[in-house]
């Protein structure tokens, strides 16, 4: 049996490492409870940026644009936190990851498909009782939400695995908080 040698690190490999692994903002997810209050912030930043976007876009709801706006600095600041306080974990290549971080990424992005696979069942079994049991309103048909529905569904897949890993990561050892 061959194993397979990774690709030697690129110069933009070694970049993001470093970046992903500077120690400039580690007070602010140096605790799980830290971090956790971190992801809330993202999923609400995330859930305020997404229905503002899709008020833009599938309604004349102009001022909504405005919330996008003033939403998009602040989770860029969120998304940048959670990927350093997982040093990376989701967003290097795995040429750059031994061993243990690729096992990491398998096993958070494992849980983070098993969570939005439990969300879009949640989410179907609603609709259908919605269709079965309840009257929609004769101004709006089901084909209508579709696609907003999907926008978010797309939205909840595409950042699972981010919110998961930043719940999952465990806290540095207390001696390696203080070398650095």
Not at 56 to 84: D, M, Y
Request: glycine share 8%; proline share 3%; charged share 20%.
């Amino acid at each position: 049996m061959t194993t397979r040698q990774m690709p030697e690190p690129t110069a933009y490999d070694r970049r993001m490492y470093a970046l992903m692994n500077k120690g400039e903002g580690r007070s602010f997810y140096a605790t799980a409870a830290r971090r956790r209050g971190i992801v809330c912030a993202h999923i609400a930043l995330t859930a305020l940026g997404a229905a503002a976007w899709i008020m833009v876009g599938f309604s004349e709801q102009r001022w909504a644009l405005f919330v996008l706006v003033g939403v998009v600095l602040p989770w860029c600041v969120a998304t940048g936190l959670i990927n350093s306080a997982t040093r990376g974990l989701l967003e290097l290549r795995g040429r750059v990851l031994d061993e243990r971080q690729r096992a990491e990424r398998h096993r958070v992005q494992a849980r983070a498909h098993r969570a939005t696979s439990f969300l879009l069942l949640a989410g179907a079994l609603a609709a259908g009782a919605v269709g079965w049991l309840g009257e929609v309103q004769a101004e709006v048909r089901v084909e209508a939400l579709l696609a907003p529905v999907l926008v978010g569904v797309l939205v909840v897949h595409w950042l699972m695995p981010l919110w998961v890993a930043g719940l999952l990561v465990e806290d540095e050892p207390a001696e390696e908080l203080i070398e650095e």
